[in-house]
């Protein structure tokens, strides 16, 4: 089952733009990642906050977590087409055993050149 | 070791047959995941393999869906009588440790059932 929801379902920006996408989750988590996925792709691993975490920097990537609220979000500033991509939001529960992500249905960002 | 490999690619088969896809995960790592993947959707955890032990399988993994890790190197997840709705990309995924540093994905398997 999905864990969350990402927000919002789409998004079209233009190149150089700032681009947002918020992730809201309903269980406690040990751990929160975003992964990139281009069409027909597999995913790739861009960025791990930890639960203890507040904010987390990555080249132009800018995560943060706000776990009173069970919602991060990804920043992706001045954006590429190259940055066109579904991106998602994956959690890892908290407790001992627990390995698996548990994934949202992500957000699709288009850049246009 | 350029990641984690998945063969085929693409799978085409015909109601009722049986399938096998194959994961190769990065060498040094001992966990490995299974996941698929439908259209407009994120992916869903099916199996988790950590060394040659599965340790975790989805109430998704109806008795049709198998899954094995001989070795604890390469997997294998078989599909018998594959059905309209087994369609979907099968992802598998690696990790060293509890995710603390991510998982790395395969390109994926896509699966169309006909």
């Known amino acids: 089952s999905q864990q969350g929801e990402e927000d919002p379902q789409a998004l079209s920006i233009q190149e150089g733009e700032n681009a947002t996408m918020n992730c809201s989750y309903k269980?406690?988590?040990?751990?929160l990642q975003w992964y990139r996925q281009n069409s027909g792709r597999g995913l790739v691993h861009l960025i791990l906050?930890?639960?203890?975490?507040r904010e987390k920097h990555s080249g132009r990537l800018r995560v943060t977590l706000d776990t009173s609220k069970k919602s991060s979000s990804l920043l992706i500033t001045a954006s590429r087409a190259a940055d066109t991509a579904s991106y998602f939001c994956?959690?890892?529960?908290?407790?001992?055993?627990?390995?698996?992500?548990?994934f949202g249905k992500g957000t699709k960002l288009s850049v246009i050149p | 070791d350029t990641g984690v490999s998945q063969d085929p690619r693409h799978k085409i088969t015909k109601r009722g047959q049986n399938v096998t896809f194959r994961c190769d995960p990065i060498?040094?790592?001992?966990?490995l995941y299974w996941y698929r993947q439908t259209l407009g959707q994120g992916p869903e955890f099916l199996t988790y393999?950590?060394?040659?032990?599965?340790?975790?399988k989805s109430r998704l993994l109806s008795d049709r869906f198998s899954a094995e890790r001989p070795k604890g190197s390469f997997s294998t997840l078989e599909i018998q009588r594959t059905e309209q709705g087994d369609s979907a990309m099968y992802l598998c995924?690696?990790?060293?440790?509890?995710?603390?540093?991510?998982?790395?994905f395969g390109s994926g398997t896509r699966l169309t059932v006909v």
């Open positions: 995924a690696s990790s060293l440790d509890r995710g603390h540093g991510g998982y790395t």
């Open positions: 269980t406690s988590i040990n751990n």
């Open positions: 906050i930890r639960s203890n975490e």
């Open positions: 994956a959690t890892v529960a908290s407790g001992a055993g627990s390995y698996q992500l548990t």
């Open positions: 060498s040094e790592h001992n966990r």
């Open positions: 393999f950590q060394n040659e032990a599965q340790l975790e």
